[in-house]
């Protein structure tokens, strides 16, 4: 199993940039399949991001393509998502999570991870 802490989240100006960190602790990191969600005050959480465990695939939601960029380094057991471009609407709470071994076509639903880390939140105003 893993345990996640996610850092990083800040309030930025509309246009800004923002890097987020997951660092994961436990064993077998480099057997998970990794997501950023994101959940806005009154609203459902959302998938953002997701990179697979072989390094092979990534994919994103269509309100962050071409904005955001997911990466991770197994060797530090971390997880990272770049956010450039940012708006207001990109304004919540964001986490990290973690799926052993999960199928790549299940990455976009929040009930396929069964690891989560505490959030960090994200403030994009002028």
């Known amino acids: 199993q893993v345990q996640l802490v996610e850092s990083g989240g800040d309030l930025v100006q509309p246009g800004g940039s923002l890097t987020l960190s997951c660092a994961a602790s436990?064993?077998?990191?480099?057997?998970?399949?990794m997501g950023w969600f994101r959940q806005a005050p009154g609203e459902e959480r959302e998938f953002v991001a997701a990179?697979?465990?072989?390094?092979?695939?990534?994919d994103y939601a269509d309100s962050v393509k071409g904005r955001f960029t997911i990466s991770r380094d197994n060797a530090k057991n971390t997880v990272y998502l770049q956010m450039n471009d940012l708006k207001p609407d990109d304004t919540a709470v964001y986490y990290c999570a973690a799926a052993q071994l999960a199928a790549w076509g299940t990455r976009q639903a929040a009930a396929s991870y069964t690891h989560w880390g505490q959030g960090t939140q994200v403030t994009v105003a002028s």
């Open positions: 436990g064993r077998s990191f480099n057997s998970y399949r």
């Open positions: 990179v697979d465990w072989s390094f092979q695939s990534t």
